[in-house]
Each structure stands twice: as structure tokens, then as C-alpha cells.
């Protein structure tokens, strides 16, 4: 489980998050990521993993991996970044898959925030 502090709760978070924020998919999940100018209580995750994933059992233990994958990177998040992971149905059909998939979606994500690039809508800036 993530620290308490780290939980995205606000359905609004989420909302702000995957509207306006850089997005990055892969075939079994798909990662939304923005930096907010006001936020200040530190990186915040939240996980979107829907009923056409499957039964409970199977949601929570994709949930749980994706945590898992989360919690690897967090020290490389800014302060102000809310991240939102979404799963997608092929992350339960092919689990196995899924640490490469989020990896490779993760650096992405992380390369598009990085200085110098020139397109506000990559960086995850408000559009």
C-alpha cells in the first residue's frame, strides 16, 4: 500500500489529472500524469482499474501490482506531479507483461517532463 500522504482520493484530483495532464499507453495500462502549479503536499497516485478487468479478486490483484510498479519510481516524481495509473483489460489477460508495459510508459512520461521540451500539452500543463 502507498503512504497515506501519496493516495489520490479527490475524485477531482482525478478528473484534473486525466484531463489536463500528459498521457502515455501501452497495450495493458495507461498512465496520466500532470504537474499542478498549486499543489505542495507532495506527489499524489491514484489507480483506475475498472469492473472489465474482471471479478474483485482479480481487480485488487492488478491494483496491488501496479502498486507495486508505483511505489519503485515515487522517489523520481516531483512535488507537485499527480500521477493516475489505469488499467486496461489486457493487464489481467497478460500479467506478465505488465511491469514492462508500465515501465515503459513511466519513462516516457518522465522524458516528456523533463526541461527542454518545447510542447506545454507533453509537459502536462494546463491547455
Known sequence: M???AMRMRSGDDFTRTVRRGARVGTPTV??????????????????VVSKAIGNAVTRNRVRRRLRHLVREHLTELPTNALLVVR???????????????????????????QPGV????????PR
Not at 495507461?30 to 489507480?47: E, I, T
Request: overall charge positive; charged content about 20%.
Open 30 to 47: 495507461v498512465v496520466h500524469g500532470w504537474r499542478d502549479p498549486q499543489a505542495d503536499q507532495g506527489p499524489l497516485v491514484g489507480f
Open 2 to 4: 502507498l503512504p497515506q
Open 118 to 125: 518545447e510542447d506545454p500539452n507533453l509537459m502536462g500543463l
Open 87 to 113: 488499467a486496461l483489460p489486457a493487464a489481467s489477460q497478460r500479467p506478465a507483461r505488465l511491469p514492462q508495459d508500465f515501465g515503459q510508459a513511466w519513462s516516457r512520461l518522465v522524458r516528456r517532463w
